[in-house]
């Protein structure tokens, strides 16, 4: 079998290699993830519970399904998603992510499958999964379209392929990378780049041309006044999420 293309990019896993140890630490560089984190889930869980009609006021909703989360960094969706039931596989390009998501894994109690390795790695290897979890990476990788193209490919028929990434505007450059990285310092600068970030339109064609079904898109929001996020049927101007599905 032919190897598929590596879209890793050495540069984008150096600057999280750098931070891996303060994945957990809700006050430390991840903060903003700590705060999206849980209306991330709250997509996530609806999505997956729509699709495989799955009722989550059960004890664990997902048991028997198998879930990867892919650039898993720390865990902070792999553990909930062990917590509802799955069977949940967490890989990242970084290596140092690894050892610091096992550890707070084992201490949490969760058993959870922790890999130092790439989608394009998982789907030569044959691996196969009823739900991917594809979050704030695709805006790091080298090319877009395959490694969509690979994330497709570890679907099962029928998978579902959740991705959110960061819309490409004036206002995502002011949000995102000015009032993130320079007025609030949540990340250090130059996590981000702008001419990476991809428009919802943008998305949903590489979703279509990687092979998938492209079903929803909403917009994570943020209030300043509340200190929270929410998600929006229209407002998709900066951070937003797709769902798709592997006819």
Same mark, same amino acid.
């Given at each position: 079998?032919? !190897?598929?293309?590596?879209?890793?990019?050495?540069?984008?896993?150096?600057?999280?290699? *750098?931070? $891996?140890?303060?994945?957990?630490?809700?006050?430390?560089k991840?903060?903003?993830?700590?705060?999206? &984190?849980?209306?991330?889930?709250?997509? @996530?869980? *609806?999505?997956?519970a729509? =699709?495989?009609? +799955?009722?989550?006021?059960?004890?664990?909703?997902? =048991?028997? %399904? +198998? @879930?990867?989360?892919?650039?898993?960094?720390?865990?902070?969706?792999?553990?909930?998603? !062990?917590?509802?039931? /799955?069977?949940?596989?967490?890989?990242?390009?970084?290596?140092?992510?690894?050892?610091?998501?096992?550890?707070?894994?084992?201490?949490?109690?969760?058993?959870?499958?922790?890999?130092?390795?790439?989608?394009? /790695?998982? $789907?030569? *290897?044959?691996?196969?999964?009823? $739900?991917?979890?594809?979050?704030?990476?695709?805006?790091?990788?080298?090319?877009?379209? !395959?490694? %969509?193209?690979?994330?497709?490919s570890?679907?099962?028929?029928?998978?579902?392929?959740?991705?959110?990434?960061?819309?490409? &505007?004036?206002?995502?450059?002011?949000?995102? @990378?000015?009032? $993130?990285?320079v007025?609030?310092?949540?990340?250090? +600068?130059?996590?981000?780049?702008? #001419?990476?970030?991809?428009?919802?339109?943008?998305?949903?064609d590489?979703?279509?041309?990687?092979?998938?079904?492209?079903?929803?898109?909403?917009?994570?929001?943020?209030?300043?006044?509340?200190?929270?996020?929410?998600? #929006?049927? +229209?407002?998709? #101007?900066? &951070?937003?999420v797709? /769902? #798709?599905?592997?006819p």
């Open positions: 079998m032919q !190897a598929s293309p590596n879209t890793v990019d050495p540069a984008e896993v150096a600057k999280f290699e *750098a931070m $891996a140890a303060e994945w957990w630490d809700p006050a430390g991840f903060k903003p993830l700590h705060m999206l &984190n849980p209306c991330r889930l709250d997509y @996530i869980t *609806a999505q997956i729509g =699709e495989f009609d +799955r009722d989550l006021t059960a004890d664990r909703p997902f =048991e028997g %399904l +198998r @879930i990867l989360d892919i650039g898993c960094g720390g865990g902070l969706l792999s553990e909930p998603m !062990a917590r509802l039931g /799955a069977d949940v596989v967490g890989a990242d390009a970084a290596e140092g992510n690894i050892p610091v998501a096992r550890v707070h894994a084992s201490q949490s109690g969760l058993d959870i499958d922790y890999r130092h390795t790439t989608a394009e /790695a998982l $789907a030569d *290897a044959g691996e196969q999964f009823d $739900a991917v979890l594809n979050m704030e990476v695709v805006e790091h990788v080298a090319d877009p379209l !395959a490694y %969509l193209s690979a994330c497709k570890l679907l099962k028929p029928g998978g579902l392929h959740i991705c959110s990434t960061i819309n490409r &505007n004036s206002k995502s450059y002011m949000v995102a @990378i000015v009032g $993130a990285e007025v609030m310092r949540w990340l250090p +600068r130059g996590t981000h780049e702008w #001419s990476k970030f991809i428009t919802p339109d943008e998305l949903f590489l979703l279509r041309r990687a092979g998938l079904t492209p079903v929803d898109r909403k917009g994570f929001v943020f209030n300043p006044v509340t200190w929270g996020w929410s998600l #929006s049927a +229209r407002d998709l #101007s900066v &951070n937003y797709t /769902a #798709s599905t592997r």
